[in-house]
Nanobody
């Protein structure tokens, strides 16, 4: 079964760090572009970061540039999102997603809360 499973969310103080992981099942993640999205309460889902197939290109939304890093872990068939210097505005549910054979595959999401 083709699916994505996120993990690593939690509660962190402003300025802290979290590492999210997106594990892929039923397909090889490095052959596809994988993205991280987030949705804050009352807001639309937004694209946070993407990594192209084979990890050649990474892109970030402006608000996370210099703080977040997306990377692939081929050994674990996963895509990670390292988040540093977290801010309250980073709070939300984080989802990973990909397009597999013209099907949009989404994970179930993991909650990130940045609060003192």
């Amino acid at each position: 079964q083709v699916r994505l499973v996120e993990s690593g969310g939690g509660l962190v103080q402003p300025g802290g760090s979290l590492r999210l992981s997106c594990a892929a099942y039923g397909f090889t993640a490095r052959y596809y572009t994988v993205s991280w999205y987030r949705q804050a309460p009352g807001k639309e889902r937004e694209l946070v970061a993407s990594i192209s197939n084979s990890g050649g290109t990474t892109t970030y939304t402006d608000s996370v540039k210099g703080r977040f890093t997306i990377s692939g872990d081929n050994a674990k068939n996963s895509v990670n999102l390292q988040m540093n210097n977290l801010k309250a505005d980073d709070t939300g549910v984080y989802y990973c997603a990909t397009k597999w054979l013209n099907l949009d595959i989404w994970g179930q999401g993991t909650q990130v809360t940045v609060s003192s």
